[in-house]
């Protein structure tokens, strides 16, 4: 049986004791620490994905995303089914529809199906990559994720107290010529409309970068959701000077615990204890039989359930275990983060971010 997320939170929301940073501990158990990915994307109701889930002690938010395809309506629909038939599991982050951005009224609009979203349970808000280096404005310019057409949406969002978890940019390997070593090299030599090297109509990873700190500095109280490390998972640095720079911004890992693997462990290691409040753990794993043209077979279930099974593992090994560890076929140093900071970067922090034990608590 689980232990109560209400119970955890309370007893791990004040600060880390520093004697606790220091030692090094004895991993804890992997089952024993709940783990919410915050970044997941499963749009089917898979019973063995639900068995996995529970006998590991996992949790997730289902991201919607994107929201310029047009498929929208159909991620909504399944995505709250599986919340009500599982609030436990897949608490929703949902997004909204950026075609009609042009018409009188979209913002409006945009806010009104936001609030009917939150009624119905849903947690956060997703802004996708696609502003920034997708979507153009009349005049045919990119437009950044700061474009003041955004600003009644985020103004609200801070109003009602909803974070917007934001894809904004890119790995800086989509601006880099492609490179074998890169872990992005799989990503970008399969998706190339992604990969924007030799390409100097698009924004820089700097723009983007710039306009989406500029969202954090006009809407102070909007709490804004990095995704993957905020795209800036080559600067360690530049993620410190930003975590310190703004106190509503956080960042989680998803796909990119195979970039923090590269770094060196201590200097990650340095990160998570000086802001054990700001990391949340995530994935980024996607199931969308949606998208598909003939749907998935029992067996392609059960290898994902299994996929995700070996992905948890592994990802904890590296923030939990101790000594050398293997990740994606690379050696490297576990963190072994103390458990204080690993219950906050596994769980406390989502819970108080998104609010979790509200929307656990509605059937
Ligand atoms: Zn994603």
Request: aromatic share 10%; proline share 7%; hydrophobic share 40%.
């Amino acid at each position: 049986m689980l232990r109560s997320p209400f119970l955890v939170s309370l007893a791990l929301f004040g600060a880390v004791p520093l004697g606790a940073l220091r030692a090094a501990e004895a991993p804890p158990a992997y089952t024993e620490i709940l783990k919410i990915d915050v970044h997941s994307h499963i749009f089917e109701d898979v019973p063995a994905i639900h068995a996995l889930f529970r006998r590991i002690n996992v949790r997730t938010i289902n991201v919607c995303v994107p929201g310029g395809d047009g498929q929208l309506a159909t991620m909504d629909r399944i995505a709250f089914e599986l919340y009500r038939a599982q609030p436990q599991l897949y608490p929703v982050t949902t997004t909204f529809d950026l075609r009609g951005r042009d018409e009188p009224g979209w913002a409006a609009r945009t806010i009104a199906w936001l609030d009917a979203a939150f009624a119905r349970g849903a947690v956060a808000v997703k802004i996708w990559k696609e502003v920034g280096i997708e979507i153009k404005n009349r005049d045919g310019k990119f437009i950044l994720p700061d474009d003041p057409l955004f600003d009644p949406i985020y103004a609200h969002l801070a109003k009602v107290g909803k974070p917007l978890h934001a894809h904004l940019a890119e790995p800086i390997d989509a601006w880099l010529a492609l490179d074998p070593n890169s872990s992005h090299y799989g990503y970008y030599s399969q998706n190339p409309q992604w990969h924007l090297y030799g390409k100097p109509e698009y924004p820089s990873h700097a723009a983007i970068i710039a306009a989406r700190d500029n969202i954090m500095r006009k809407h102070p109280a909007l709490v804004v959701v990095g995704a993957h490390l905020g795209s800036l998972e080559h600067d360690l640095d530049g993620i410190a000077e930003r975590l310190a720079r703004y106190p509503n911004f956080q960042i989680e890992v998803a796909a990119r615990t195979r970039n923090l693997t590269r770094h060196p462990s201590e200097k990650v290691r340095a990160l998570f204890l000086r802001f054990p409040d700001r990391i949340m753990y995530g994935v980024d794993a996607g199931w969308m039989p949606h998208r598909r043209d003939t749907p998935p077979t029992d067996q392609q279930r059960q290898a994902h359930a299994a996929s995700l099974e070996v992905r948890y593992r592994a990802d904890f090994d590296y923030y939990a275990g101790q000594g050398e560890t293997t990740y994606n076929g690379r050696k490297t140093e576990a963190l072994n983060l103390p458990r204080a900071v690993l219950e906050k970067f596994y769980h406390a922090n989502a819970e108080r971010i998104y609010r979790l034990d509200a929307a656990w608590s509605r059937r």
